[in-house]
């Protein structure tokens, strides 16, 4: 199927995990779903005035970082020793640049930093004190430490450190996925990580074909879950390779994929949308924060089982 003319779609996850449907849960949802609704209404606005995938993923993520109920930017976790290291990356799909920061604190959106390593740099991955001194030098902007600390955090760190179960924010990553009116495809991805994690420790969100990839020729993807299992497995890679070389349709690679990951151990989800506009949101937890929007049709977001699968616009 063609991909309608001048057709332009988005999606948006906000991390996969054990997301309980207690009646605390169940009180904050309503501000899960706002937060998803912001964020892709930001990515819309921008792709229906015409504007490029990139610019919409960034924006998007943007908004989700800024948002402390999402483990990236503001609301990241933090490791073992209390301390917090952000990773970020994107990728443009008409030529697959990418950028990504990995273990950085300080750019306020860390989604920005990556975006300055692929725009003003000749690498892809910067990490720690290099990556800093990089987004000074470019100006990306910086926030004070204390804004990236809150009290939830925290608090779901002490629960990891007393051996309690942490229900959520222990693990989880904002992401976003885009077709623009020209046919180009972008994705972005950001995280905080794991909360109680190992200080130095990388999971898939900067590894580029693990927990991000784009390509016109294929789909964009952006993941978030078990971050190990998604790199030693290529993840997002591994979708854009059925749909090349199997010829599969977007739906059947990502939910064979998840499916793959839950039967070696590997739990979390995808956000995808290929060049034809169709959007599929699988994912092997008990639920995961995720929306979408086609052209100018109603903003949709879920947490739960709802039907993961939209055909193109």
């Known amino acids: 199927m063609n991909r309608p003319e001048a057709g332009f779609a988005l999606a948006v996850h906000g991390g996969a995990g054990t997301i309980p449907r207690n009646a605390a849960r169940k009180s904050r949802a ?3 779903h706002k937060g998803l609704r912001r964020a892709l209404a930001a990515g819309r606005s921008l792709l229906a005035a015409g504007g490029s995938a990139i610019d919409a993923v960034t924006e998007a993520v943007v908004v989700l970082e800024d948002d402390p109920l999402f483990n990236a930017g503001r609301g ?4 073992a ?3 917090q290291e952000m990773d970020a990356s994107v990728m443009d799909g008409r030529d697959c640049r990418a950028g990504a920061v990995a273990g950085v604190l300080g750019p ?3 989604v920005l930093a990556a975006r300055a390593v692929m725009e003003r740099s000749r690498h892809v991955l910067l ?3 290099g990556a800093l001194a990089f987004c000074r030098k470019e100006g990306v902007p910086f926030a004070e430490l204390d804004y990236f600390r809150t009290g939830e955090r925290m608090r779901e760190l002490q629960r990891h450190l007393n051996a ?3 229900e959520a924010g222990q693990c989880g990553t904002v992401g976003a996925v885009a077709l623009d009116r020209d046919g180009n495809l972008a994705a972005a991805t950001s995280t905080g990580g794991m909360t109680g994690k190992a200080p130095g420790r990388v999971g898939d969100t900067p590894i580029i074909g693990a927990g991000i990839y784009a390509d016109n020729a294929t789909c964009a993807v952006s993941a978030t879950g078990h971050g190990e299992l998604f790199i030693r497995h290529g993840a997002a890679f591994e ?3 059925r749909l090349r070389h199997a010829h599969q349709s977007l739906e059947e690679a990502a939910r064979a994929v998840i499916d793959h990951l839950a039967a070696v151990g590997g739990s979390g989800g995808v956000i995808a949308l290929d060049r034809d506009g169709a959007v599929t949101l699988p994912f092997n937890t008990a639920g995961m924060y995720r929306g979408y929007v086609q052209n100018h049709g109603a903003i949709r ?3 739960y089982d709802e039907a993961y699968q939209i055909g193109p616009p």
Do not use: K, M, Q
């Not at 990241?76 to 490791?79: A, C, D, L, Q």
């Open 301 to 303: 977001t879920a947490i």
């Open 108 to 110: 306020r959106n860390p």
């Open 30 to 32: 309503g501000l899960y």
């Open 81 to 83: 020793l209390g301390t």
């Open 127 to 129: 990490i720690g004190d």
């Open 76 to 79: 990241s976790v933090f490791t």
């Open 164 to 166: 309690e179960r942490c």
């Open 239 to 241: 979708i854009a390779a």
